[in-house]
């Protein structure tokens, strides 16, 4: 891997960020809009007094984690779509970019989004309800190394299927994590799920993690086995991802349809 | 002279259609090749393997003596493509993508060697210009400009004068055959210009079907073929059967 290669396609990225407002405006629109819908729902809540519910620390940090772990999949998706809706793949794929540094630079760009979205919602839970999220002190950085790592090999996943299907199937970079979400016991535990339900949770990296807060929210501390169960489950699908993208990029270069995808 | 490509029993198959059926020829180092045919005769598959964009089925490729599958930087890294139907990002300035490109080739002195392709192919004036706000005869300069960062040995046009207004399209012709000049890049050349063609091109390799059809220089193919120009040397050869 050569990193001059993957710090010239996060660069092209970050060029169209400088000049681009309603791209900035697409990374803060929806946090923004959850911190202030799920917000005044924990409000409200609170004012329930419900016992050994504290509904702004589970709620908004809930919302936040689900931030993190959307737009980490979000960005990789919209990374490789950029390349796609320019018209560019024929072009990167001339020079001796590798695969794996393409994938490294849509990845890195993530980082960067989610470090802006990162910034804008820690400060604004804090500043209108008093949530801060480093309550969750050092367990906040395996907690979202785990989303980071699932929400890419979503946004890895779903760029296969993009490769495979071509544009029509590009909703799903927008869509796809919904899926996820009523299994991953962001709001509620898993107890919460049908038994047969419980099981799928089971095989989410983020249910661990969604569980794991809670946890640690509530008690202070958290159990090793969430986060070995965040981690095993996280390394299964990042390599099941990755070889699938690999099989599909040879699919669509065997099939001559590398470049169809563009039009 | 050596050969800077080779390829040999070339096929690709698109389910039950054989796009390339069994190609083989050479490019020699230094020289303006055309590649000609009519269109489907497999030109554009052919080139895009070249590139490692397709997986033929089967036969070789070896570039700079290379293969895909065992060297794809180092081929890549010594080659560059420019065509008028691919167009470099419309929302990056005309700079930015210069940049980009420049620094995937991972090119030494990048903003030195902007600069001095720039001014031979007088795109100056519209550097800081948004991509997609270029004229025509403006992007084929800039996918030039593009093509030539890497100071590639080998470069493939997929007909770069398409679309140009006549007098664009000579000085493009005159920029290619100054580049070959200067830089002893070897060039691969498709165009359905015959009259442009025999202006440029050392040597031609006409293509039918997938097929190999007939290889030489334009000259004396008009000659060979009993015909007044090339022009009626390709529709002899493409109404062939």
Redesign the interface.
Same mark, same amino acid.
């Given at each position: 891997m050569k990193f001059y290669r993957i710090n010239a396609l996060l660069i092209r990225h970050m060029y169209l960020f400088k000049r681009s407002f309603p791209r900035i405006m697409d990374i803060v629109y929806w946090p923004v809009m959850d911190i202030l819908v799920w917000g005044f729902l924990s409000l409200y809540i609170d004012k329930l007094h419900i016992a050994g519910f504290n509904a702004i620390t589970v709620l908004l940090g809930a919302v936040v984690f689900w931030d993190f772990l959307n737009q980490s999949q979000k960005s990789v998706s919209i990374a490789f779509l950029e390349e796609i809706w320019e018209k560019n793949l024929l072009n990167i794929f001339v020079t001796p970019l590798r695969l794996s540094e393409f994938l490294g630079a849509t990845v890195l760009v993530g980082v960067v989004r989610i470090f802006l979205v990162g910034v804008v919602l820690t400060s604004l839970s804090y500043l209108f309800y008093h949530f801060n999220l480093f309550t969750l002190g050092f367990y906040l950085i395996p907690f979202i190394l785990s989303l980071f790592l699932f929400g890419w090999s979503l946004g890895i996943f779903t760029n296969a299927i993009i490769l495979r299907f071509g544009t029509s199937a590009q909703i799903l970079a927008f869509g796809f994590i919904i899926l996820i979400q009523p299994f991953s016991a962001v709001f509620y535990p898993v107890s919460a799920l049908p038994p047969g339900l419980q099981v799928v949770a089971q095989l989410l990296p983020s249910t661990y993690v969604f569980e794991g807060m809670r946890s640690v929210l509530s008690t202070g501390s958290l159990p090793t086995e969430l986060l070995v169960g965040a981690f095993a489950t996280n390394a299964v699908y990042l390599v099941l991802t990755l070889w699938f993208f690999a099989r599909m990029f040879s699919y669509v270069k065997r099939e001559g349809k590398l470049l169809k995808l563009e039009g | 002279m050596s050969a800077i490509i080779e390829v040999d029993n070339l096929v /690709?198959e698109?389910g039950s259609v054989r796009?390339v059926d069994g190609l083989f020829f050479r490019v020699e180092e230094g020289t303006i090749t055309g590649l000609l045919g009519p269109n489907g005769a497999g030109k554009t598959?052919t080139i *895009?393997m070249l @590139?490692? @964009?397709?997986?033929p089925t089967s036969g070789t490729i070896r570039i700079f003596g290379k293969e895909y599958a065992s060297d %794809?930087?180092?081929i890549? *890294?010594q &080659? $560059?493509?420019s065509s008028p139907y691919?167009? @470099?990002?419309? $929302? &990056?300035?005309v700079y930015?993508n210069l &940049?980009?490109?420049g %620094? &995937?080739?991972?090119v030494k002195e990048l903003r030195k060697k902007i600069d001095e392709l720039v001014d031979f192919f007088e795109i100056r004036d519209f550097l800081k210009k948004m991509t997609y706000n270029l004229s025509t005869g403006q992007l084929t300069r800039l996918n030039l400009t /593009?093509a030539l960062l890497n100071d590639p040995k080998l470069l493939l046009l997929d007909e770069p004068t398409a679309s140009l207004d006549p007098d664009i399209a000579d000085r493009t012709r005159q920029l290619l055959m100054r580049i070959q000049k200067e830089r002893g890049v070897t060039i691969l050349y498709t165009s359905h210009n015959m009259e442009e063609v025999e202006e440029i091109c050392d040597k031609v390799i006409f293509i039918q079907h997938g097929k190999f059809k007939d290889e030489g220089v334009p000259a004396e193919l008009v000659k060979k073929y009993g015909h007044e120009d090339l022009n009626d040397v390709f529709l002899h050869i493409a109404r062939q059967t």
């Open positions: - | /690709k698109f796009a598959t *895009q @590139l490692d @964009l397709i997986t %794809r930087e180092a890549l *890294q &080659l $560059n493509f691919v167009s @470099l990002p419309g $929302n &990056l300035t930015e &940049l980009t490109f %620094r &995937l080739y991972g /593009k």
